[in-house]
């Protein structure tokens, strides 16, 4: 959900509950004082009739429990009820000649003494009709509710969107950001002081990243090539070592594992610095390869290590695959993921490639559960303890991947396929 | 032969030199650009090891100089770097090979002998060992003057252990070199085997022979 949105949810919602607990409140504020100015008149209209008794003592002898020629009455009362009696107003409702309908009215009850004579008044006067009142108020208050959501969600929509401008401008480029394209993020102006916050924490802290980030590659990097010379200097001092003396078994096969430490070694080290150069865009030069023509190659360059470990590669064409990348990273691509295949693949087993329009898959029988798919890419993933496996190889296969925008995909159903497709959308 | 070896770093330097003594090539080292150029302008060499990042110049600024000056020395570039860049401005420049640190010594040695023999194999082209007779140019193989019938990595192989004969050559080095580098992290190299067998059935009748030393790598011995 959309901030904007998010708040104007709540907004509603709290909107909602105050304007019905404010129109409970007000209903009774108001109908209080409905009563408290009926209840005064019809006090006021006593002292009339008092007053007009006083000239006119007929009106004392209306007896009339129907108000249906006076709206007041007079009903002689003993002394002792009168000396009792408390005043007191109640409602009740009485059939209204003009809307034809029962409809609610106020009878005040009062005595009065006139010399010996006491009596009790009683005065009606039409009431608010309350059920017509409540109705009136909640079409009102729906109607003030509706032009208050109203008015927000516009309000949002319009100068909060405004507002909020650079906010989205930054998410929409952060969303973009990738640290090793070495994009740049356009900080907008602003004069909200959240936002300008906002901006420049995310510019020092994309700065703060990309900068370990190029400092961390040049470290990789720097730290290979300062390792090619001593790795160099060991290696040929043990050929020559070897070359030189005579020496029997043991030491021959300890000099050799020592070397073959070595060459793994070496063998990481140029992994590592293909990695850095493939990030480094140090492959720039493309050309049309042909994925079927090269994947023939590289099985033959493979045939001796299959046999060796008594596989077939087989290869089967069902259309053409052709991509402009550059020759060098297509051939580590597709040999990487053919090693791969090869060095994890169960022994006396067959590989397939299966090559079709724009996609090229291989499979291989291995362990029989599935790999971990979020670490499968990652360096220095190994499955199982193979001691000369850099676990560098699939690291290095999606770098390229990636570099081309090429799909690597790996899936499980009885044996490991890994796939590289172009994205549908290209 | 004559081969000059520039190379700013002592104990790489000294491994090749040591290395190519034994060969019988009269060697000659310089570690920095300033040596190496002052040699350059006065000596011809059958072929120079050359290393690219020297600490008071760059060696393809040296390898320039030299083609301005119009020699033909044999180039082999050594270098740490292992960048295409590097490579394809040294090839451009005129060099003759590339050879990316860390290398094997038997590679040094095959590459060397490669460039000497393209430069200085005008008349006898070709390569003999004991009753053994190889055309580098056709790869053409005879055994007492009958050809024999090598495919592409048992010829390789072949000419390899050729080159560096009487050495130990390693599985490794031999896998890089026949096989390339991308077979590289291969669980073990013991898949050469089978077309050493196969080399060593064709070269029944010849004078030489592969020998396995312990499972470390394998030696040619020439009969006397």
Known sequence: MKLLNYTSKYLALVLLLLI????????????????????????????????????????????????????????????????????????????????????????????????????????????VEEDDLVQDLAVYLIGLYIILISSILLLNNLLLKKIWKPFYN?????????????????????????????NTTVDKLIKKSTGSY????????????????????????????????????????DLATVLDNLGKLTRMNKSLLLLSKIENQQFEEEALVDFAALTKRIISDFEDLAHHKQMEIKFISEGTFKLNMNEDLAIILLTNLIKNALIHGKKKEEILITLQKNSWQISNYGITNELDKTTLFSRFKKTGNLKKSTGLGLAIAKAVADKYSLELGYNFKDFHTFNIALPLNS | MKILIVEDEPQMLDNMRQSLVREHYTVEAVSSFKDANDKIGLYEYDCILLDIGLPDGNGLELLQNLKKQGKEDGVIIVSAKDSLDDRLTGLDLGADDYLPKPFHMAELHARVKAVVRRRNFEGNKLVEAGNVTIDPESRNVLIEGEEVILNRKEYDILMYLITN??????????????WGDHIDQADSFDFIYSQIKNLRKKLEKATIQVEAVYGVGYKLEIDS
Do not use: C
């Not at chain 1, 929409?172 to 900080?187: G, P, S, V, Y």
């Open chain 1, 20 to 127: 019905t607990s404010w129109a409970v409140l007000f209903y009774y504020a108001m109908l209080d004082e409905i009563y408290d100015s009926l209840d005064d008149g019809l006090e006021n209209q006593k002292l009339l009739m008092v007053e007009r008794a006083a000239e006119d003592p007929t009106i004392l002898s209306q007896d009339d429990p129907e108000f249906k020629k006076h709206v007041y009455n007079f009903t002689p009362i003993s002394r002792k009820t009168y000396l009792n009696f408390k005043e007191s107003y109640r409602d009740t409702s009485m059939f209204m000649l003009n809307e034809k309908d029962f409809e609610p009215v106020r009878i005040y009850e009062s005595a009065v003494a006139y010399g010996d004579d006491h009596y009790k008044l009683k005065i009606i006067t039409s009431m």
């Open chain 1, 170 to 198: 930054l998410i929409a480029q952060l969303r973009d950001f990738k640290i090793e394209k070495n994009t740049t993020i356009a900080i907008p102006d602003t004069t909200i002081e959240e936002f300008n916050l906002l």
């Open chain 1, 214 to 253: 190029v400092a961390q590659k040049q470290f990789i990097e720097n730290a290979s090539h300062e390792l090619q010379t001593p790795l160099a200097i060991s290696i040929n001092k043990l050929e020559l070592f070897l070359e030189n003396n005579t020496l029997n078994e043991k030491q021959s096969k």
């Open chain 2, 165 to 178: 004969k009487t050495r130990l050559v390693t599985k490794a080095a031999l896998a890089e070199h026949v």
